[in-house]
């Protein structure tokens, strides 16, 4: 089972984009996909170098380009397979050409570029694992080695198949186990059911039925990654007042490698459901480990 065919990797100098790089080439070893790597350079620090250094504008970029290449070798040793590019442009406009160019199928970067405040996903990362309509995964910093312990986060949504496909692939890349869990702020645990005295949550009949209906849900789920991963999968249902922070600590609790959860899309109502507050905005800033977002469809639209 392959889902990956190019990988597309965004390269700049610092740690976290560099161990996103040693996580693509190994996902593409695996999956006998290309590894295309990407840095883009700034027209005004193109400006800048030139005016500083007295160098032509080939010069320059033939310059960068070795430099990249150097990088790229260092971190994947000689002789490896991945192609370097190099444009001049805005690194999110220069990742959306090159992806749909080169029709890739996963976008590797590392949570927290040159730019990024410590302990945060950058500006940058965010955004692309927010809009691109291909899954983005973002590697942190601290994830020296590969994937050992996957976390498929499902919400029983249109997006929940092709979240568990991801996290299932991955996990075969990887040796990795898998494991399925579901966050959910039961009736009971909201403050409003008080505010509109609906005495029956509290009702233990009401939860058992509550909880049947859950474990049903995750069933059919466990189902569908049963079928792409072979190996026993683990999984858990979370009663929390606040899903979002019910999943941090229950990655954080485990120690979780890679996070893997569904985005909405790019349009209308999907927006207002991913940004700040949802589930998969709280895992893209705040996850100790790292995250792979996974768009409900692909779309021609980036934002």
Known sequence: MNSFQNILVGLDDSDASKQALKQAAEIAKVESAGLFVLHAISPQELEDIQAYH???MDE???GVKK???ASVD??????NAAVCKVYIGSPYLELKRAAETLECDLLVLGSRGDYASQGSTGFFAARCARHAPLPVLLVRQRQKETFRR???CVDFSDVTEDVIRNAAQVALDDDASLQVIHAASPPWMRSAHVL???RTVENNDYKAQFREMSESRMDAAIRSAAKLFPSKIDHAIIEHPNPGQGILDYLEEKNADLAVVGRSGNTGHAIKEFFIGSTAERLVHRSICSVLTVPLQKSPSWF
């Open 150 to 152: 996957i976390v498929a």
């Open 74 to 79: 260092e971190v994947l040793g000689d002789g």
């Open 54 to 56: 007295s160098l032509s």
């Open 196 to 198: 509109y005295n609906l």
């Open 60 to 62: 320059i970029l033939d």
């Open 67 to 69: 430099g990249i290449r």
